[in-house]
């Protein structure tokens, strides 16, 4: 995993080796427009991050991926459009950072789970709560907290990409 986090940097020697996988994937896509050239290039971050837990990588803005596009598609032989995509994929790869939402729902969710475990005691049909022990209780109220504002983000995400798409199609 830590070479492959090197070669997604900088770059160590074995580059060539990703960098034709995932050239290899590219070119596979039957690319004719802008619309599919964009899922192209977002398949491949998708293909990235689903392969390296822990760290992912966030996608260039679209004007970015746009102009890589009017660039690529003006490449004469297939070499020049491999080199401009190998630059392309290690100059425009960023790392995703968490946002200030993300901290501040980590940092707020344990007192709001012992708050809640608190005020849950008093309930008759809750009372059983109180065999749960704090040490369990508050790292899984807060983790299911954070695993549901991550997956309302995706579905969040991929309904805007939806959207765009469509609207990309009429």
């Not at 427009?33 to 966030?58: C, M, Q, R, W």
Request: aromatic letters at 8%; glycine letters at 6%.
């Amino acid at each position: 995993m830590g070479m492959l986090m090197s070669v997604m940097g900088k770059g160590v020697p074995s580059v060539s080796m990703l960098t034709d996988t995932l050239y290899g994937q590219f070119v596979k896509k039957d690319v004719k427009e802008f619309d599919d050239f964009h899922i192209a290039v977002l398949d491949i971050f998708s293909t990235v991050n689903a392969a390296l837990p822990g760290k992912h990588y966030d996608v260039p803005p679209l004007d970015v991926v746009e102009s890589f596009y009017n660039r690529w598609k003006s490449g004469k032989e297939e070499e020049d459009k491999k080199d401009m995509f190998v630059k392309f994929m290690t100059s425009n790869i960023s790392l995703s950072t968490l946002d200030d939402v993300t901290i501040m729902l980590g940092v707020a969710a344990p007192p709001a789970a012992m708050a809640m475990k608190r005020a849950g005691e008093c309930i008759p049909q809750l009372n059983m709560i109180k065999v749960i022990p704090d040490v369990i209780f508050v790292p899984t109220a807060t983790l299911i907290t954070l695993i549901s504002l991550k997956l309302s983000r995706r579905a969040a995400q991929r309904k805007q990409i939806s959207d765009a798409y469509e609207e990309g199609k009429k």
